[in-house]
C-alpha cells in the first residue's frame, strides 16, 4: 500500500520541478523608464545668453516677484519670465531671461538679482526688453551644488534635462523578477542634489517700499536696508547692495537646518524652517543676531509679519516630513519670546499674504481663501475661490498675483465683497 501512495507523490513533485524549468526558460518581462540626460553648455554661452530673449511658454512656474508694471516669473531651473502688467486685466509675456538652475530672484530699482545654481547673477534692468548681465558672483549658493556622483566638467554648466522614454524587453525566472523588478524615473546623476533641477513628474508678500519690489511668502530672496538677504537649507547671507550693480558679500552664517524662506519686516528678518520660525535683528544690516524663536512640529513653514504678528502656515507632504495642516498666528510685541495666539486648520496651506486687514492663503488643491483679519482670534472667511491648486501670492495695491499649479491668476480686491478675476495666464500643456 505504501509502495502505491509513493509513486503519484513522487510523480507530482516531478511535474513541479519539470513546470518551474519551464517557467524559467520561457519567462519574459518589460520595463519602461523615464530616463533624464543632463544638456550642458559652457559657462560662457550660458552667461552670453543671459539677456532679454523672445517670449516662452509658461510650462513650470515658481517664485514670483513684482516691480512697477512689471511681473518676473521664474521658470523653475530655467529662468525668468518678464511680463509687462500694466493692465492686469491683460498681462502680456514680452520676453525671457535664461538662467540655467534659477530659483530666486528680487528687484532694487533697476537691477535684478537671481540665482544660477551656486552663483549670483546681477542683472540691469532699466529696460526690461534689453536686460544685461551686469556681474556674476561665484560661489556664494553652497547648498545649489549639483555634483553629488560626478564632478563635472567645471567650464560646464546644466541648462536643461532632456526627456527619453525607454522601454526595454528582457527573460528571466520569477526569482529574479521579484528581486530586480524595474521601471519608473531614471536620471543621468552626472549632476544631482536636491536643489539641482531635475524635472518633477508631477507641477508640483507685502507691500513694497520704492525701490524695492515685492516678492512671495515662499522666497528665499529678500531686500531691506541697502542689502539682500538670503537664505539657503543651512544658512543666511548677506550683500552689500549699496552699488546695486555691485554686490558685496558682507556675511555668511550657519543658522540652522531645513530654513526654507525668508521674510523682512522694519527692523527684523523673519526665517522659515520646518522646526520653526526664527526672528533676526538687522539692526547692524551686515551682522544679523538673532533674538526670538517660535518651535512647532516638523512641517513645511513660510512666514510674513506686520507690526505686532506674524502668520505661519505649516503644511504636510513627503518634503515637509510632517501631518500639520493649519496657519498659525503668533503675537510677536515681544519679538524675543513670539507666542501663539490662535491656530486654524487648513487643508495643505503653502503661501500667504495681508494687505491691511485682509488675509490671503494659498491652501494648495483647496484653492485661494481670503478672509477679513479684523479680528485675528476670529477670522471670517470672505470668499473661497476652489478649482485652483494654489502656491503662492502677492497681495498690492488692490491686486492678488496667484500662482498656481495650471497658470498665473490676478484677481481685483478693491471690494473684499465682491472679488474678482481679472486676468489668467495658462501654463503651456
Avoid at 40 to 60: D, L
Avoid at 204 to 218: D, F, N, Q, T
Avoid at 302 to 315: E, G, H, N, Q, S
Avoid at 373 to 383: D, F, G, H, R, V
Wanted: hydrophobic share 35%; with cysteine.
Amino acid at each position: 500500500m505504501k509502495k502505491y501512495l509513493f509513486l503519484p507523490v513522487l510523480l507530482a513533485f516531478l511535474g513541479l520541478w519539470l513546470l518551474q524549468g519551464c517557467l524559467k526558460d520561457s519567462f519574459q518581462r518589460t520595463y519602461t523608464y523615464t530616463y533624464y540626460k543632463p544638456v550642458y553648455k559652457t559657462t560662457a554661452e550660458v552667461r552670453g545668453n543671459i539677456k532679454s530673449n523672445a517670449p516662452q511658454n509658461v510650462e513650470r512656474p515658481g517664485k514670483i516677484y513684482m516691480y512697477g508694471s512689471y511681473i518676473f516669473l521664474n521658470e523653475i531651473d530655467k529662468g525668468i519670465h518678464i511680463i509687462d502688467n500694466s493692465n492686469p486685466a491683460q498681462p502680456r509675456n514680452t520676453g525671457f531671461i535664461d538662467i540655467p538652475g534659477n530659483l530666486d530672484l528680487a528687484v532694487k530699482g533697476n537691477i535684478l538679482y537671481a540665482d544660477l545654481y551656486t552663483d549670483l547673477v546681477v542683472i540691469d534692468i532699466s529696460d526690461p526688453k534689453n536686460a544685461v548681465l551686469k556681474k556674476t558672483v561665484e560661489d556664494v549658493f553652497p547648498h545649489r551644488y549639483y555634483n553629488g556622483y560626478f564632478t563635472p566638467d567645471s567650464s560646464k554648466v546644466i541648462a536643461s534635462w532632456e526627456r527619453r522614454d525607454t522601454t526595454i524587453r528582457d527573460k528571466g525566472d520569477a526569482d529574479t523578477w521579484l528581486k530586480n523588478n524595474r521601471g519608473g524615473i531614471f536620471v543621468d546623476y552626472a549632476a544631482f542634489s536636491q536643489n539641482s533641477g531635475i524635472p518633477s513628474m508631477q507641477n508640483a508678500g507685502s507691500a513694497a517700499v520704492a525701490p524695492y519690489g515685492a516678492g512671495g511668502s515662499m522666497a528665499r530672496f529678500t531686500l531691506a536696508k541697502e542689502r539682500l538677504y538670503t537664505v539657503g537649507l543651512t544658512d543666511l547671507t548677506v550683500f552689500n547692495i549699496a552699488n546695486a550693480q555691485d554686490p558685496i558679500l558682507t556675511a555668511h552664517n550657519e543658522i540652522g537646518r531645513s530654513i526654507e524662506t525668508i521674510y523682512p519686516f522694519k527692523d527684523n528678518l523673519f526665517i522659515g524652517s520646518q522646526s520653526g520660525m526664527f526672528v533676526y535683528n538687522i539692526i547692524n544690516p551686515d551682522h544679523p543676531v538673532q533674538t526670538g524663536q517660535f518651535s512647532h512640529v516638523q512641517s513645511c513653514d513660510p512666514v510674513i509679519a506686520d507690526d505686532k504678528f506674524a502668520y505661519v502656515t505649516l503644511r504636510s507632504g513627503t518634503a515637509c516630513q510632517g501631518f500639520n495642516n493649519q496657519l498659525e498666528i503668533l503675537l510677536i510685541n515681544n519679538v524675543v519670546n513670539p507666542s501663539l495666539l490662535k491656530v486654524y486648520p487648513m487643508t495643505n496651506p503653502h503661501g500667504l499674504s495681508k494687505d491691511g486687514n485682509t488675509l490671503f492663503i494659498c491652501d494648495g488643491a483647496d484653492g485661494l481663501k481670503i478672509y477679513n483679519a479684523t479680528n485675528l482670534s476670529s477670522l471670517s472667511l470672505i470668499k473661497h475661490i476652489e478649482g485652483i491648486e494654489t502656491y503662492d501670492v502677492i497681495a498690492y495695491n488692490s491686486i492678488a498675483l496667484v500662482v498656481a499649479r495650471d497658470g498665473l491668476y490676478q484677481y481685483d480686491y478693491s471690494n473684499p465683497s465682491d472679488i474678482r478675476l481679472l486676468s489668467k495666464i495658462s501654463l503651456s500643456k
